[in-house]
């Protein structure tokens, strides 16, 4: 059949975050009789919230899956992605239902050129999977370096600006220790243009 396209039967029950021939985690469907093989498919059947639907962006998050990944919602490609222990996110805000369900279809193959480990335990979906909503202009990624010779932090915080026009800010950054804040470093302002990703950087000592 098309290898392209999720089968349309033979479908069985599986749970993850797990691994083909195991069953625990969030319930997804993979098709029958691919425990032992390197390539399936998984879907889903979800509902999204209405209150999402106000200008904010929506993304389908993964902490792991293991290796090559090639995700559909509504049957429209939302993303791929390579590598079996980096979380990443498929963004699905222009193909995503609000009022009706939607389905998800996801093609794993857990075997990458050559370095195909063997171990059941990290084929397919084996980490969570989660649905979150960011605001269009959002931090994307934070990046922590502490310099103990220095007694210092650096912190690299990166902003999406997934909106039409520019947009200008100040990030606050602070270090808590359980519910004590035992560090505050500079404010610093960003500007982000239209579609784009601005990284900032503060750095501050103790």
Same mark, same amino acid.
């Given at each position: 059949g098309d290898r392209s396209k999720p089968p349309t039967f033979g479908w069985m029950t599986l749970r993850v975050p797990g691994s083909w021939g195991h069953d625990y985690g969030h319930e997804f469907d993979i098709p029958d009789g691919t425990a032992q093989a390197t390539r399936a498919w998984y879907r889903l059947r979800f509902t999204a *919230?209405?209150? @999402?639907?106000?200008?904010? %962006?929506?993304?389908?998050?993964?902490?792991?899956?293991?290796?090559?990944?090639?995700?559909?919602?509504?049957?429209?490609?939302?993303?791929? /992605?390579?590598?079996?222990?980096? *979380?990443?996110?498929?963004?699905? +805000? =222009? =193909?995503?239902?609000?009022?009706?369900?939607n389905e998800l279809a996801l093609q794993v193959d857990d075997e990458p050129q050559g370095l195909h480990s063997g171990k059941a335990l990290h084929s397919g979906i084996w980490r969570s999977v989660y649905l979150r909503s960011v605001p269009a202009? /959002?931090?994307?990624? $934070?990046?922590?370096? *502490?310099?103990?010779?220095?007694?210092?932090?650096?912190?690299?915080? @990166?902003?999406?600006?997934?909106?039409?026009? *520019?947009?200008?800010?100040?990030? +606050?950054?602070? $270090? @808590?220790?359980?519910? %004590? %804040?035992?560090?505050?470093l500079p404010q610093v302002g960003y =500007?982000?243009?239209?579609?784009?990703?601005?990284?900032?950087?503060? =750095?501050?000592g103790w």
């Open positions: *919230p209405r209150n @999402w639907n106000d200008g904010r %962006r929506i993304l389908l998050s993964f902490d792991g899956v293991n290796y090559q990944c090639a995700g559909y919602l509504n049957g429209q490609a939302v993303g791929k /992605h390579i590598g079996g222990y980096a *979380p990443f996110d498929f963004d699905i +805000t =222009s =193909s995503v239902n609000f009022d009706t369900s202009v /959002h931090i994307d990624n $934070v990046f922590v370096m *502490p310099s103990v010779r220095r007694k210092e932090v650096t912190v690299r915080v @990166w902003v999406r600006n997934d909106t039409v026009e *520019p947009q200008n800010g100040v990030l +606050t950054n602070d $270090v @808590w220790l359980g519910n %004590r %804040r035992i560090l505050s =500007s982000v243009a239209p579609g784009q990703t601005e990284m900032v950087e503060v =750095s501050a």
